[in-house]
């Protein structure tokens, strides 16, 4: 698995990925468009092409946006 630009491990690509796609669950509009309409594969995409911003914390309460352009 090739892990997109600016993510930098599987775990949280899928952590990502599958909390985009509980928002999609609960109706949020997809930012990409595709013939899949599984919620998690769009979600993955959104992930994949950089659309889904998300922050990562240091363990000493300092977050860092982990924003791809």
């Known amino acids: 698995m090739e892990l997109p630009q600016g993510i930098d491990s599987k775990f949280r690509f899928i952590?990502?990925?599958a909390?985009?796609?509980h928002q999609l669950?609960?109706?949020a509009r997809a930012r990409v468009q595709?013939?899949?309409n599984k919620i998690?594969?769009?979600a993955q995409?959104?992930?994949?092409s950089g659309l889904v911003p998300f922050?990562?914390?240091d363990g000493k309460g300092n977050d860092?946006?982990?924003v791809r352009r």
């Open 55 to 57: 922050m990562t914390t």
């Open 19 to 21: 909390k985009r796609a």
């Open 25 to 27: 669950y609960a109706g």
């Open 45 to 48: 995409r959104e992930v994949s």
């Open 34 to 36: 595709t013939e899949n």
């Open 15 to 17: 952590l990502v990925a």
């Open 40 to 42: 998690i594969v769009i």
């Open 64 to 66: 860092t946006p982990m």
